[in-house]
Nanobody, 118 residues
Framework: VQLQASGGGSVQAGGSLRLSCAAS????????VAWFRQAPGKEREFVAG????????KYADSVKGRFTISSDKVKRTVYLQMNSLKPEDTAVYYC????????????WGQGTQVTVSS
């Protein structure tokens, strides 16, 4: 499987963006797709994850109530709707996938830059 992330951009604080992660190749409905982000000088962190079948969504505490992850099985795309953006959300966002029982994410998409200005 290959992942293609898109949808990043520059917005002012309080604005919204929607990121997309499109998959090509073989996927399994029980696989997990997640969004991570990495800000300059900081370690990469988990943002949100979901199974391809749309179940079992999870969020980092820092984004709960503001971000929503969803999955479109037909389009084989996972979305991250980001509302009420804050300057601290500025980072390069990556999507990745792994088997449900796996620890490590095996496939990563290229990053997409999100910049939030105050």
């Amino acid at each position: 499987v290959q992942l293609q992330a898109s949808g990043g951009g520059s917005v002012q604080a309080g604005g919204s963006l929607r990121l997309s992660c499109a998959a090509s190749g073989r996927t399994f409905t029980s696989d997990v797709v997640a969004w991570f982000r990495q800000a300059p000088g900081k370690e990469r962190e988990f943002v949100a994850g979901i199974m391809w079948n749309g179940y079992d969504s999870k969020y980092a505490d820092s984004v709960k109530g503001r971000f929503t992850i969803s999955s479109d099985k037909v389009k084989r795309t996972v979305y991250l709707q980001m509302n009420s953006l804050k300057p601290e959300d500025t980072a390069v966002y990556y999507c990745a996938t792994k088997g449900r029982g796996s620890i490590n994410y095996r496939t990563w998409g290229q990053g997409t830059q999100v910049t939030v200005s105050s």
